[in-house]
């Protein structure tokens, strides 16, 4: 069982940055595909980032794409989401999730509590 722990959600204001950290609780931590989605008051849950457990390119949504970076690093367990020129539509709770990585899983197995993140303007 693999769990996840989000932290670093706040409030900020339109154009600043917030940086997401996600922690894993499983020892094969680099054999996992992580992404992170979004949840907006009224909205469906929506994909956000995602990184490969082999590497490679990592996906965006268009809506975020050269505004946010995922990123990972194995050694802690943790995968990161670098939030810059936020906008009040970024408004949402940002959410943690995991697949195993050699299966090409395409749906997420695992989920975080999920974190809020508001934007101001």
């Known amino acids: 069982q693999v769990q996840l722990v989000e932290s670093g959600g706040g409030v900020v204001q339109a154009g600043g940055s917030l940086r997401l950290s996600c922690a894993a609780s499983?020892?094969?931590?680099?054999?996992?595909?992580m992404g992170w989605f979004r949840q907006a008051p009224g909205k469906e849950r929506e994909f956000v980032a995602a990184?490969?457990?082999?590497?490679?390119?990592?996906d965006y949504a268009q809506s975020v794409k050269g505004r946010f970076t995922i990123s990972r690093s194995n050694a802690k367990n943790t995968v990161y989401l670098q939030m810059n020129s936020l906008k009040p539509e970024d408004t949402a709770v940002y959410y943690c999730?995991?697949?195993?990585?050699?299966?090409?899983?395409?749906?997420?197995?695992?989920w975080g509590q999920g974190t809020q993140v508001t934007v101001s303007s």
């Open positions: 999730a995991a697949r195993y990585g050699p299966t090409l899983t395409r749906s997420y197995d695992y």
């Open positions: 499983v020892r094969t931590f680099s054999s996992y595909d």
């Open positions: 990184i490969r457990w082999s590497g490679g390119t990592p």
